[in-house]
């Protein structure tokens, strides 16, 4: 069987992840940290926007190829995924700005938990009947 939609989103979130730790590597290298965070409040805050999507992110892409793989229809395998993007984007953004935006980083976990959700739901009920 061969994937068509949880391939897209594995790469575009794969490039947001690059993106975040891009951020920490570049903060790093500007003032000298090599490791911790030296008790750097911009550069915990950039550390802890990377450890969130990596936390939140894989379980989500399983959950995707999971519901791929029991064949879903293709327009809930995108609403699915398009949640788990925006909702990660959201919330990388809101958490890494400054001030932080916290409705974007609320509404970037309502996206994401309401993806995990779904798709937990979905595959239940498919392997139930």
Same mark, same amino acid.
Do not use: C
């Given at each position: 069987?061969?994937?068509?939609?949880?391939?897209?989103?594995?790469?575009?979130?794969?490039?947001?992840? @690059?993106?975040?730790?891009?951020?920490?590597?570049?903060?790093?290298?500007?003032?000298?940290?090599?490791?911790?965070?030296?008790?750097?409040?911009?550069?915990?805050?950039?550390?802890?926007?990377?450890?969130?999507?990596?936390?939140?992110?894989?379980?989500?892409?399983?959950?995707?190829?999971?519901?791929?793989?029991?064949?879903?229809?293709?327009?809930?395998?995108? @609403?699915?995924?398009?949640?788990?993007?925006?909702?990660?984007?959201?919330?990388?953004?809101?958490?890494?700005?400054?001030?932080?935006?916290?409705?974007?980083?609320?509404?970037?976990?309502?996206?994401?938990?309401?993806?995990?959700?779904?798709?937990?739901?979905?595959?239940?009920?498919?392997?139930?009947?």
């Amino acid at each position: 069987m061969s994937l068509f939609v949880t391939p897209i989103y594995a790469a575009l979130l794969i490039l947001l992840f @690059l993106v975040l730790s891009w951020r920490v590597i570049m903060y790093r290298r500007a003032n000298l940290i090599s490791l911790g965070d030296n008790d750097d409040k911009n550069l915990r805050k950039r550390m802890r926007a990377q450890a969130n999507f990596v936390e939140y992110t894989p379980i989500g892409l399983i959950l995707l190829l999971l519901v791929e793989l029991q064949g879903a229809p293709t327009i809930a395998l995108h @609403l699915l995924g398009l949640s788990l993007l925006l909702g990660r984007v959201l919330h990388a953004y809101g958490f890494a700005s400054t001030p932080q935006k916290i409705l974007l980083r609320q509404g970037g976990m309502v996206l994401t938990l309401a993806m995990l959700l779904l798709g937990a739901l979905g595959l239940l009920a498919h392997a139930l009947i």
